[in-house]
């Protein structure tokens, strides 16, 4: 965001990966461990509640 703010106007996205809870887990293919809801097992994610702030301060910045 800090970057868009002083002028570079080349940047015209950004990519968030959030669930609905932090971070990854991994797969058990033997089923010993049970998968937690809302977490990825794919990629490491930010929370909704996080991927929210992100988006409000960067409508906060970026409203000119």
């Known amino acids: ?3 868009i703010v002083e002028g570079n106007n080349s ?3 950004i990519m968030l ?3 609905i809870n932090e971070n990854r887990q991994s797969l058990d293919y033997l089923g010993k461990h049970k998968l937690k809801k809302g977490v990825s097992i794919t ?4 929370s ?3 991927t929210n702030c992100i988006i409000k301060n960067a409508y906060k910045l970026l409203s000119y």
């Open 1 to 3: 965001m800090s970057q």
């Open 11 to 13: 940047i015209i996205g």
């Open 17 to 19: 990966e959030s669930n």
């Open 43 to 46: 990629d490491s994610c930010i």
């Open 48 to 50: 909704f509640e996080t």
